[in-house]
């Protein structure tokens, strides 16, 4: 993995609704190293992270830089990152890749880990200007806006289309 990976799971997991422990696996769709080995007490462990993770995004989308360090600083207090160098070897050549957290450790530590460490290299490539929320009224979903012009308003091209359709279907009846 690397840190825009992380920082992947750190927005699946703020923007996941975490239920039940489908919900957690489904968040966690792209790494199924974690989600085969999700328990009850994992997904109890990583609500808590998930809501300090919102908190973090909300101070972002805000641009309240002071309340993004604290924030994201207890993260990574809470959750710091032990980094592994892992070399699984597919064939002759090993996969190098680091790990944030030691290898037997529960799923829920290793997950958190990465979410702190991924939104934290975030803050620092992209500053604050570039975190948004959803502009679709029904949707809750945080992103970070990685487009040239700075222009992104939806966190999907499905969201996008629903709210550009519905105002079209509006403006037709008027």
Not at 18 to 39: F, I, Q, V, Y
Not at 60 to 71: I, R
Request: one cysteine or more; aromatic letters at 6%; hydrophobic letters at 45%.
């Amino acid at each position: 993995m690397d840190n825009a990976d992380y920082l992947d799971v750190a927005l699946r997991l703020a923007n996941a609704s975490l239920a039940d422990l489908a919900d957690l696996r489904a968040a966690l769709h792209d790494e199924p190293w974690w989600a085969d080995r999700t328990t009850e007490a994992d997904l109890a462990a990583l609500r808590t992270v998930a809501t300090t993770l919102r908190q973090a995004l909300d101070a972002a989308v805000n641009d309240n830089a002071d309340a993004v360090l604290t924030t994201v600083n207890t993260l990574l207090t809470t959750h710091p990152p032990r980094p592994r160098l892992s070399g699984h070897s597919s064939g002759e050549t090993p996969n190098w890749h680091i790990h944030v957290a030691e290898p037997d450790a529960p799923p829920a530590q290793e997950i958190a880990a990465a979410a702190a460490w991924g939104l934290a290299q975030a803050v620092v490539r992209h500053g604050l200007d570039r975190w948004g929320h959803c502009a679709a009224q029904d949707c809750a979903t945080y992103f970070v806006d990685t487009s040239t012009n700075r222009a992104k308003r939806f966190c999907s091209a499905r969201c996008a289309n629903r709210v550009h359709v519905a105002a079209f279907r509006a403006r037709q009846r008027t």
